[in-house]
Structures are given as C-alpha cells and as structure tokens.
C-alpha cells in the first residue's frame, strides 16, 4: 500500500473477506505504477451493506470490489448498471461518482481475456461451450463464451431447474444457443463439447468436491475451471491426466481486477507471468 493524505482510496467488500486475494493483487500494481493510493480488506455483514457504501462513499473511497454474499444485492442497490451486469443479474465493482452507485460487472471480461489469453481470441468460434453450474459465475461465463462467439452453450446444473431459470433469464442477452441441461445429460452431450467450464463451488477449498466424470469428452477439448484455491483442482487434474489443454481460475481472478483497477486510480495495469508468480506463492502458502 502507497499512502498519503490524497492517497485514492478503494477495497473489497465481503463477508467473510480476509481470504481475498484481491489486496495482493491491488497492492502489485499499486507498487509497479507508484500510484499514490490504497487497496484495503473491508469486512461488511450481508446486513450492513447499504451503510458501508454510503459511509465508504462519504469518506472519500472512489469505488469498491463486491464479493460473497453482496453481488446481488448490490446490484438491487446501485443507480446504474453496466450491460455485463444487467446481463448476470450480480455487480463485482461499485463506483462511487456524484454521490451515485455505478454498478459494473467484470467477471465475463476477465474471464474472456483469461480464455483468449491461453486458447487464442478465435478458439470458441462456432464451438459448443459445455457449463457446470447456474450461478452468477454461470451467468458471466456464458456472455464471455458468447462474445467469443461460441454456437452453442449447455449449462448443467445438479438442480435442473436453476439451469431453466438462468436460459429464460439470458437467452435475451446473448447471439448463441442456450440450453438448459440436467447433471445426468452430460455422458450423452460430452461427445460434441469442445470447453467446459466449471463455474460451480464444487471442488473450492473447504467446499464440497465436485462429483463430475470427463468421460466422453473428445481429445482436442479444453477444460477451464475458475476455481482458483486450489489451483490445482480435482477436474483440472483429471482433464490434464487425459490430455486435454487446461485453463486455470488464476487468469480469469487477475484479469477481472484489470478494469476495476483502472477505475480506481486512472492507470490502465498488465496481468504479467511475474504477478501470476506473485499469486501462485501466495496460494501455495494459504495451502
Ligand atoms: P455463484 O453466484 O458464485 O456462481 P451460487 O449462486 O451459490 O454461486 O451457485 C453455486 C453453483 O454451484 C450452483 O449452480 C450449485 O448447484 P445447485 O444449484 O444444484 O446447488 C453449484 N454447486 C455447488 N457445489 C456443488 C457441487 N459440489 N457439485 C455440483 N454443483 C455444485
């Protein structure tokens, strides 16, 4: 952390945050850019979360991050949204202009410029996107497959019906075909994929392990799982072990911070191998 009295303030608002990788990240290119400005952990009750933006904004924060549980309800309380975050139903990042609350989701950026980054920017062209999951990170994941202009996009979710209500909600935002498909329709759906996509919590440290078998997915397919604690996941594992070319959740965590940063304090930062290094080290040691 830079600092001084005109230091520009921003953080990241959850419950509990002390996990968030987010200070570590802030905090690099606050160091590498010499910008005079702070990036602090900011834990906020679900309950406190209209005080904490009008305090945060009263005592001069240009903006915050959002995480668990205030992506959606910072949503319901911003004045404007962005499209990506009328389109997920869920803000990451609150800027505080005017006494307003813009609310901005960059999930789906971060996540397409990580996809491009190690498959190349044409590689979902006219392919069919397979999504584990019917979250607000399922939601950002199909704009980003989207806009890579994928043809077709299935999302599988253990409880079919959210998968239902996440089509009918975004099939409105998007050029792709969207369909909802129940967890048992993989084995018959996995011949045509060519990414999946874990967006599910299955698999994250401390949660549950995700139970999904890659079998029948053909050999020139790619798997990307946003899990980024551990990095190393089960399914990236196991897709590794059969294969297939793997995207990890490093790239899409580094480069959704690239706008917000950006917003922040006015200078446009780079996700390099060295932060990934810098990241990595930092996992390794939260184990
Ligand atoms: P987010 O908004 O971060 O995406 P969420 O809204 O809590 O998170 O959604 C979590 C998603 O992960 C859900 O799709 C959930 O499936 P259900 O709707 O069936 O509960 C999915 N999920 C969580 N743990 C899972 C696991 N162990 N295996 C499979 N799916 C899991």
Same mark, same amino acid.
């Given at each position: 952390?830079?600092?001084?009295?005109?230091?520009?303030?921003?953080?990241?608002?959850?419950?509990?945050?002390?996990?968030?990788?987010?200070? @570590?990240?802030? *905090? /690099?290119?606050?160091?590498?850019?010499?910008?005079?400005?702070? /990036?602090? #952990?900011?834990?906020? #009750?679900?309950?406190?979360?209209?005080?904490?933006?009008?305090?945060?904004?009263?005592?001069?924060?240009?903006?915050?991050?959002?995480?668990?549980?205030?992506?959606?309800?910072?949503?319901?309380?911003?004045?404007?949204?962005?499209?990506?975050? %009328?389109?997920?139903?869920?803000?990451?990042?609150? @800027?505080?202009?005017?006494?307003?609350?813009?609310?901005?989701?960059? &999930?789906?950026?971060? @996540?397409?410029?990580? $996809?491009?980054?190690?498959? !190349?920017?044409?590689?979902?062209?006219?392919?069919?996107?397979?999504?584990?999951?019917?979250?607000?990170?399922?939601?950002?994941?199909?704009?980003?497959? &989207?806009?890579?202009?994928?043809?077709?996009?299935?999302?599988?979710?253990?409880?079919?019906?959210?998968?239902?209500?996440?089509?009918?909600?975004?099939?409105?935002?998007?050029?792709?075909? #969207?369909?909802?498909?129940?967890?048992? *329709?993989?084995?018959?759906?996995? +011949?045509?994929? =060519?990414?999946?996509?874990?967006?599910?919590?299955?698999?994250? +440290?401390?949660?549950?392990?995700?139970? =999904?078998? %890659? &079998?029948?997915?053909?050999? !020139?397919?790619?798997?990307?799982?946003?899990?980024?604690?551990?990095?190393?996941? +089960? $399914?990236?594992?196991?897709?590794?072990?059969?294969?297939?070319?793997?995207? *990890?959740?490093? !790239?899409?965590?580094?480069?959704?911070?690239?706008?917000?940063?950006?917003? =922040?304090? !006015?200078?446009?930062?780079?996700?390099?191998?060295?932060?990934?290094?810098? $990241?990595?080290?930092? @996992?390794?040691?939260?184990?």
């Amino acid at each position: 952390m830079m600092g001084s009295a005109s230091a520009r303030l921003a953080g990241v608002i959850g419950w509990p945050v002390a996990h968030s990788m987010s200070p @570590l990240l802030h *905090d /690099y290119w606050l160091r590498e850019h010499g910008v005079n400005g702070a /990036y602090l #952990l900011l834990p906020v #009750l679900r309950e406190k979360l209209s005080v904490a933006l009008e305090s945060l904004q009263a005592t001069g924060f240009c903006g915050v991050n959002v995480t668990v549980p205030h992506k959606v309800a910072s949503f319901a309380v911003a004045h404007e949204l962005d499209e990506l975050a %009328l389109a997920t139903g869920a803000v990451n990042l609150v @800027l505080f202009r005017d006494g307003r609350l813009l609310g901005r989701n960059t &999930d789906a950026l971060g @996540l397409q410029a990580s $996809l491009e980054e190690s498959l !190349g920017p044409a590689a979902l062209r006219g392919s069919s996107v397979a999504i584990l999951g019917a979250g607000g990170a399922a939601r950002a994941t199909v704009l980003a497959c &989207d806009k890579m202009q994928a043809a077709t996009i299935r999302v599988f979710n253990r409880r079919a019906e959210r998968a239902e209500f996440l089509v009918t909600a975004m099939r409105p935002h998007i050029h792709a075909e #969207l369909y909802a498909c129940a967890w048992a *329709d993989w084995p018959r759906a996995a +011949k045509g994929i =060519f990414l999946l996509v874990n967006t599910t919590s299955g698999g994250m +440290k401390g949660a549950e392990p995700l139970d =999904f078998n %890659l &079998d029948g997915l053909p050999f !020139g397919a790619c798997v990307c799982d946003i899990v980024y604690n551990p990095l190393k996941t +089960k $399914l990236l594992e196991g897709a590794r072990a059969r294969g297939h070319r793997s995207v *990890d959740g490093l !790239g899409m965590l580094m480069h959704q911070a690239v706008p917000a940063f950006e917003a =922040f304090y !006015g200078v446009k930062p780079r996700v390099t191998p060295a932060l990934r290094a810098e $990241l990595e080290r930092a @996992l390794s040691h939260v184990g």
